[in-house]
């Protein structure tokens, strides 16, 4: 298949998955990265660089249904974080109330014998 049929190929597909592709074909070019000559060097440096950078390409932030799944993900992380500080502060664990001890120095030094 040749490039142009490749490209036109693409204009059938959803965003989403034209990311996919996108991300895929990174991926294959980083996995044989140590082969690439100087010049496919620089031009995936660029590509990284400027072609994918969402900042300088407004048009080619997440798709929306890419952005949910990561919301999603967040919100899962967060949940198991919450879970772990929950038994973190439970009774009986490491994390306690402070008491009476915890206002002792940690170590004993006088000040006042130390002073020139």
């Not at 038994?87 to 030094?109: K, R």
Request: net charge negative; no cysteine.
């Amino acid at each position: 298949m040749k490039s142009e049929q490749i490209l036109q190929a693409l204009t059938h597909l959803s965003r989403s998955e034209r990311f996919q592709i996108a991300r895929e074909a990174l991926q294959l070019i980083r996995d044989t990265e140590q082969h690439l000559t100087d010049t496919e060097r620089e031009d995936l440096q660029t590509l990284i660089a400027e072609d994918i950078n969402p900042v300088r390409h407004p048009s080619r932030l997440l798709a929306p249904d890419e952005v949910n799944a990561q919301l999603a993900r967040s919100r899962e992380q967060l949940e198991q974080a919450a879970q772990q500080a929950i038994e973190d502060y439970a009774v009986g664990s490491e994390l306690t109330e402070p008491t009476d001890l915890d206002s002792e120095d940690f170590y004993d030094y006088d000040l006042e014998a130390h002073a020139s």
